[in-house]
């Protein structure tokens, strides 16, 4: 009963000012909602980043370009690059511990074929890259090791490039022109869908890697070289053999550093995870700058209640109410207007994040965990910043409180 009667004064004299109210809970509002979103923001990308690691394949490894070092600071990873085919193929001959090992080199350009033309990526890659990735063709056939060896000239078409040249017939063994260079079209990949990111995996052509590397993008180095293990069990034996294998083939002194970096899939998922938690944490701290905002605007207005309700203190302590009592009815209100915030903040949140993963191909999450805290902080914040006008009020004198006008 008590409770009871101490929340039906505390939401009676909150209705007694509704705007009053509102403006009061407004930073609360704004702070929640600010950490709800940015946090499902967070848990978001990080789900999606998973995808995409994921749909690499079972037990990848991936091996990165070096970094450099200018004026002695480190440029970053990818700053040096010294992979080559050659390193590939000393990979595919010495490893043990791999069951498929594929460069993949990427470029962009014009596509022109079947009397239109389409801007897309072009990727080259070894026949193992089609096995990691579990790629098969809707039409045609793959190419193979002697394609990459002798540099051919053919391409498969993912199933949007397809769908834009050649709408209304089949592409198999048509002639396309990649930057003016001639392709013939061996196959049509199966369609993928759109990956964990939002990309369109469709989009793309993928050729012999040495195509690409040497007629294409004319160069000498590829962009990364990506394997998978024979099992869970052999990836850091399989890692370490990767890099044994490439310190030989740079010819890289005993006590020189790596020119590449080698990570498997659960150290980039590790990465990642500690990054996005990182992330997700910092945006939450700024929103609940918010917060901190919003309590003080409850102390302010607080201490304004106190002020106008003096004569109603006095009528209160002159029958019988204790300072106690007062204490605890302000510090109710102020209470309520936070938690009353919260909730608002809270439904705002996920109304933002439903419109966002209805009308955007993002996918935010809201987890519970999140909603708890953020309404046991809002709690928290109106405690806080409204205990002060609350003692403030229970220490008042009852006759000076009478005499108030």
């Known amino acids: 009963m008590f409770f009871d009667n101490l929340l039906k004064a505390a939401f009676r004299a909150i209705l007694k000012n509704k705007l009053r109210s509102l403006l009061t809970s407004l930073g609360i509002i704004i702070g929640v909602s600010g950490v709800v979103i940015l946090s499902a923001i967070g848990e978001g990308t990080q789900a999606q980043i998973m995808k995409e690691i994921a749909s690499l394949g079972n037990n990848v490894i991936i091996v990165f370009p070096g970094s450099s070092r200018t004026g002695g600071m480190n440029q970053g990873a990818g700053s040096y690059n010294r992979l080559t085919v050659h390193d590939v193929d000393q990979i595919r001959r010495n490893a043990r511990k791999l069951s498929a090992v594929s460069a993949i080199v990427r470029t962009g350009g014009q596509i022109i074929g079947g009397g239109k033309n389409w801007a897309t990526e072009c990727c080259g890659v070894y026949p193992d890259f ?172 607080m201490l304004v209640s106190v002020t106008e309700r003096t004569r109603e203190i006095g009528i209160r302590m002159s029958v019988g109410a204790r300072d106690s009592d007062i204490l605890i009815q302000f510090l109710a209100e102020a209470v309520a207007i936070s938690v009353i915030g919260g909730v608002i903040g809270i439904a705002f949140a996920m109304l933002f994040v439903e419109t966002v993963n209805n009308f955007t191909t993002y996918n935010a999450v809201i987890q519970p965990t999140i909603i708890f805290i953020a309404v046991s902080f809002s709690a928290a914040v109106g405690t806080f910043f409204g205990l002060y006008p609350a003692r403030k009020a229970a220490s008042l004198n009852p006759i000076d409180a009478l005499r108030y006008e």
Do not use: C
């Not at 052509?205 to 869970?232: E, N, W």
């Not at 890099?243 to 970096?261: N, P």
């Not at 990465?271 to 944490?281: E, F």
């Open 130 to 301: 089609f096995k990691m990735k579990n790629w098969v063709t809707e039409k045609g056939s793959l190419f193979n090791k002697n394609d990459v060896d002798g540099n051919r000239k053919v391409a498969l078409l993912g199933k949007t490039v397809a769908d834009e040249l050649f709408p209304s017939q089949d592409p198999v063994g048509k002639k396309i022109l990649v930057r003016n260079i001639p392709f013939i079209v061996q196959g049509v990949l199966k369609a993928k869908g759109q990956s964990g990111m939002g990309q369109d995996q469709d989009d793309i052509i993928i050729a012999p890697v040495t195509t690409v590397l040497y007629r294409l993008k004319g160069g000498r180095f590829i962009d990364i070289v990506t394997a998978s293990a024979t099992s869970a069990k052999e990836i850091d034996d399989a890692q370490d053999e990767i890099k044994v294998i490439l310190r030989e083939s740079h010819r890289l002194a005993k006590a020189a550093s790596d020119d590449f970096t080698v990570q498997n899939q659960v150290e980039i998922i590790r990465t990642v995870t500690k990054t996005t938690s990182l992330m997700t944490v910092f945006l939450a701290a700024i929103a609940s700058i918010s917060l901190v905002v919003g309590g003080i605007g409850i102390m302010n207005i």
